[in-house]
């Protein structure tokens, strides 16, 4: 991995150059390759070497890029986990991690972790190129380079907020990782913090804290799912740009939305084709993993939805397993979720299909309420009155609900898998609102 051989190299150029800022550090370019170098030395010793693999966790940002360092310079393959994992889930996703890597011997250099649809730790096997291939046109389409500090409010286990640190590291510039998401912690960071790598609702957060006067924030990179108009309006009054893109574990990136774009029209990321067969985007490029189904062409898919216009723009309609078909009508979860972000006192929304013995099955709306301590019955009232105004029949949630928290991922993406195993089993503390 490019990161390796660049570390070192400004690490001898500029030792004191500042590597990792914040909480988790300081931690220079000079004392980063130092420890990279003096780890490998430790796992050689104990007979780490190519093919092999070298098992991390995100519990320390400095410790997991040490290992990283390290594994790379040894030919070996990282295995990024995640610290909040059981011990049963732990040891289950590295041995699933090594039957992933096997056919793939010394190509293999990284294996993150996606949670697929059904939550279970799944994993992803990359090349070094399949990543640092991209960094250059990373970095010209979104301006991070050398001179920034780069925001990552996120838990590495996540390939979102990993690719980030790893471009950021890799270009020169400096990361500043929180230990864990906090609004207040984001905000605060952005005194210093020159871009970030965020999922939508983490933005969406931020701008409500974000102080022009005192924020240095001029980018904001969203990745993981489509970010709202009026988020996206308030970061360009707070003088952010965002970028946002399209992109999964397995595929890297595929499509990408300039500044200045019509919200949700992307292009294909460069060196990307796209493919749309009855309405699923197929992706080929020297970014795709090396543990993920392709066709006889090449093209791989994780069944997104999307459809692509005669002027080559592409648009992501969401995921195609999770589909809701009511009374014939074919609903994506992720059009009705955007609408329902909108109404009042709602931070964020989880929209799911629950089987019906007539219409097949009817839409069903998990609330995360905002701060406004709004009581149940008028959020009751307000939902139901802002879906009747701006949501089709068919598209309307027949059943609501209200929880303190939905459940995320390690992205901080709301956890659909999650949401629909916690309200079969009654594990999500959920209280009706229908």
């Not at 210093?192 to 990179?221: F, G, Q």
């Not at 969203?222 to 999964?248: E, I, K, N, S």
């Not at 592409?314 to 074919?330: C, E, F, K, P, Y």
Request: overall charge neutral; hydrophobic content about 45%; glycine content about 10%.
């Amino acid at each position: 991995m490019a990161i390796s051989r660049d570390v070192i190299r400004r690490a001898a150029a500029q030792p004191d150059r500042p590597a990792v800022t914040g909480p988790c550090g300081p931690v220079s370019f000079g004392e980063l390759a130092a420890r990279g170098r003096a780890r490998a030395d430790e796992l050689a010793a104990r007979g780490v070497g190519p093919g092999q693999q070298v098992v991390t966790s995100d519990g320390d940002v400095v410790a997991l890029l040490v290992d990283l360092l390290a594994a790379d310079l040894l030919g070996a393959a990282t295995v990024v986990t995640d610290a909040r994992w059981p011990d049963s889930v732990r040891a289950a996703a590295v041995q699933a991690a090594a039957s992933a890597a096997a056919p793939h011997g010394d190509d293999v250099c990284l294996v993150v972790f996606t949670s697929g649809s059904t939550g279970t730790p799944r994993p992803v096997a990359r090349t070094r190129q399949s990543w640092t291939f991209s960094f250059p046109a990373f970095s010209a389409l979104t301006g991070v380079g050398d001179a920034d500090t780069v925001l990552i409010p996120g838990g590495l286990s996540s390939s979102l907020f990993l690719f980030g640190a790893l471009h950021a590291l890799t270009m020169g510039a400096a990361i500043h990782p929180l230990p864990r998401w906090s609004p207040e912690a984001a905000a605060d960071a952005c005194q210093h913090c020159t871009a970030v790598h965020a999922v939508p609702a983490m933005l969406a957060a931020l701008a409500d804290r974000l102080e022009p006067a005192r924020s240095r924030l001029r980018t904001a990179v969203c990745g993981g799912a489509h970010l709202r108009q009026d988020v996206d309006a308030a970061l360009r009054r707070a003088g952010v740009t965002v970028v946002d893109y399209y992109g999964a574990a397995e595929l890297s990136f595929v499509a990408i939305r300039r500044p200045g774009a019509p919200a949700g029209v992307m292009r294909p990321f460069p060196n990307v084709e796209v493919d749309i067969r009855d309405g699923v985007i197929w992706a080929r490029s020297p970014y795709l993993a090396l543990s993920v189904e392709r066709d006889h062409a090449g093209f791989a898919t994780v069944g997104d939805l999307g459809v692509r216009r005669d002027d080559g723009t592409l648009t992501v309609a969401g995921r195609a397993d999770g589909v809701i078909t009511t009374g014939g009508s074919t609903i994506i979860p992720e059009a009705v979720e955007e609408v329902l972000r909108h109404a009042p006192n709602v931070a964020d929304v989880a929209v799911v299909g629950r089987a019906h013995d007539t219409l097949g099955e009817v839409v069903v709306a998990v609330v995360e309420p905002g701060d406004d301590g709004v009581a149940l019955h008028d959020l009751r009232r307000n939902l139901r009155a802002w879906a009747a105004e701006h949501l089709t029949p068919a598209e309307r949630p027949r059943v609501w609900y209200a929880v303190d928290r939905l459940p995320r991922t390690a992205s901080g993406k709301v956890a659909r898998a999650q949401v629909v195993a916690g309200l079969a089993d009654g594990t999500l503390s959920a209280r009706t609102l229908s």
